[in-house]
C-alpha cells in the first residue's frame, strides 16, 4: 500500500504541510517495502488549480492512501474518482503519521474546503 | 489626446475601502450625462448607489470542454497542456473541472482524437440601466467562478457602445489581471488613495501595474487627516500628480454608509465633486474648461 503525505521538508521527521496543495513536497511510503520518496510537488508554484494538480501527481505514483490535515474539494474529488482514500493526519512528523495510519488510529478526513481562486 | 466629450477614466485602487466607489460614483455622477461601467465584478456595489431602473440583462457565457469518453484515447495531452488545472486525468479518461477552466480553448486544438467539443457555460450576468443623466453598467461574477474577465469584457464593448459622454471605470481592487483588463482602453488612470502606511504599499502595486501600461495617471488622496501623510510624500517622489485631497469627512462616510449619492444629496458636495471633475477634465485632456 502507498501512502501519500504533503511535506514542508524532504525529511520523514518533518512535519506535514497545512495546505495539500501547495505542499513544496510529497512523501511516497510504501508499507510493503518499507520505502520512502520524496517528489517536489510541481503544483505549489502554479497559480490555480493547485488542488486539482497536486492530486494528479498523487494518482499518476499510484497512491492509495493520502494523509493530510486539509483537502479542497476539487482535490478531493479527483482522488475520490481515483478511489485514493484521504485521511486525516494528526499532529506529529511523517513517520508518526504513517505509524499512527498503520495502527488503525487515524479516520476519513470528512470536511473539503472551497477553492481559493485567484483573480482577486 | 483624449476628448472630454468621451474620454475614458479608470477609477482604481490598491485595495477595497479607500473610497474608490464613492470617488466613482460621484464624478459620474456630477459629469452630466455619463456612462459607469462597474468592473469589480466580484463585489459590485456601484448600483447600490445608483438604485438605476434596469433596461437590459444579460448572461455572458464562456466555452468549455466536454470530452467524449469514446473518442479520447487517455493520451493525456490535455491534462498536460492545461496551465490552469482545469483538466485531471482520472482512470485514464480527463475530467473537467468547469470552475477553473479560462477558456483559452487550448485543449480543444489540440486533442488529436478530436474528443473534445465545446459547450456554453454561463459564470455571470451584465445589467445595464439608468439613474438620472448616468447610463449604469454592473456585472456580477457567480460565486466560485475561476475568473471575471469575460464579464468585464463585455461590460466595457457595452459602455462604449453608447453615445458620445465621458465614461468612469469603477475598477476591482488590488493589482490583479481583472484590473489590467479594466484599464486597458482607458485614456487615464485615477488612483484613490488613503493615507496610511498600510495603504501605500497596495498603492505602489497599482501604481507599477499602471505604469506597467504606460498609462497617464493621477491620484486622489482620500480621507486626508490634518498635516502631512504618508501618501503625499509619496506621490511628491514619484512626480505623481495630486488631483486632490478629500479630507476625513463623517457626513461624506454617513452619506455612503446609507449608499446615497452625495452629489445629489448636498449642493456641498456637487460643488467639492465639480471641482475635482474640472481638475481631472484638464488633467486628462489638458483643455481649460468653464464648468459650473
Ligand atoms: S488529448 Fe484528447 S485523446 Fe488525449 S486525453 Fe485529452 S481528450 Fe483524450
Ligand atoms: S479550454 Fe484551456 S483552460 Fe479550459 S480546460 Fe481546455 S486548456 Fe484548460
Redesign the interface.
Known amino acids: 500500500m502507498k501512502i501519500a503525505i504533503p511535506l514542508e521538508q524532504k525529511d520523514l521527521n518533518a512535519s506535514l504541510c497545512p495546505s495539500f496543495g501547495r505542499a513544496p513536497y510529497f512523501l511516497f511510503y510504501d508499507s510493503d517495502t518499507e520505502e520512502g520518496e520524496f517528489v517536489e510537488n510541481s503544483?505549489a508554484t502554479?497559480?490555480?488549480?493547485?488542488g486539482?494538480?497536486a492530486?494528479?501527481i498523487i494518482?499518476d505514483y499510484d497512491a492509495d492512501i493520502v494523509l493530510t490535515p486539509r483537502c479542497g474539494e476539487?482535490a478531493a474529488?479527483?482522488l475520490n474518482?481515483?478511489d485514493v482514500a484521504i485521511y486525516k493526519s494528526m499532529s506529529g512528523t511523517a513517520r508518526e503519521n504513517v505509524t499512527a495510519f498503520l495502527a488503525g488510529e487515524l479516520a476519513l478526513l470528512r470536511d473539503f474546503h472551497?477553492?481559493f481562486?485567484?483573480?482577486? | 489626446m483624449a476628448d472630454r466629450r468621451d474620454m475614458k477614466v479608470a477609477v482604481l485602487s490598491g485595495k477595497g475601502g479607500t473610497g474608490k466607489t464613492i470617488v466613482s460614483v460621484n464624478l459620474a455622477a456630477v459629469a452630466g450625462t455619463s456612462v459607469y461601467i462597474d468592473c469589480d465584478v466580484e463585489e459590485p456595489n456601484g448600483h447600490l448607489f445608483f438604485k438605476p431602473v434596469i433596461s437590459s440583462v444579460e448572461e455572458v457565457a464562456v466555452k468549455i470542454p466536454v470530452i467524449d469518453a469514446a473518442k479520447c484515447n487517455g493520451c493525456r495531452r490535455c491534462v498536460d497542456f492545461c496551465k490552469f488545472n482545469a483538466l485531471a486525468l482520472i482512470k485514464n479518461r480527463p475530467r473537467v473541472f468547469a470552475k477553473m477552466c479560462h477558456s483559452c480553448g487550448g485543449c480543444m486544438l489540440l486533442c488529436p482524437q478530436k474528443a473534445i467539443s465545446e459547450q456554453e457555460r454561463t459564470i455571470g450576468v451584465i445589467q445595464r440601466g439608468t439613474a438620472g443623466n448616468v447610463t449604469v453598467c454592473t456585472g456580477e461574477l457567480n460565486i466560485g467562478e475561476a475568473t471575471g474577465i469575460p464579464i468585464i469584457k463585455r461590460l466595457l464593448q457595452l459602455g462604449a457602445a453608447d453615445v458620445r459622454c465621458p465614461v468612469f471605470i469603477d475598477c476591482p481592487p488590488g493589482s490583479a489581471c481583472t484590473v489590467m483588463e479594466s484599464i486597458k482602453d482607458a485614456d487615464y488612470c485615477l488612483l484613490v488613495v488613503e493615507p496610511t502606511l498600510f495603504g501605500i504599499h497596495n498603492f505602489r502595486m497599482v501604481y507599477e501595474l499602471v505604469r506597467l501600461f504606460n498609462k497617464r495617471c493621477g491620484v486622489i488622496l482620500n480621507k486626508c487627516p490634518a498635516g502631512g501623510n504618508p501618501a503625499e510624500d509619496f506621490c511628491v517622489e514619484h512626480g505623481i500628480t495630486i488631483l486632490s485631497r478629500i479630507p476625513f469627512d463623517h457626513e461624506l462616510g454617513a452619506l455612503s454608509s446609507e449608499a446615497k449619492t452625495a452629489v445629489w444629496e448636498s449642493e456641498r458636495y456637487r460643488r467639492q465633486f465639480a471641482l475635482i471633475y474640472e481638475t481631472l477634465i484638464q488633467e486628462v485632456c489638458h483643455e481649460a474648461v468653464a464648468y459650473s
Open positions: 503544483a502554479t497559480p490555480g488549480g493547485a486539482i494538480r492530486a494528479q494518482t476539487n474529488e479527483v474518482k481515483a472551497s477553492g481562486h485567484h483573480g482577486r
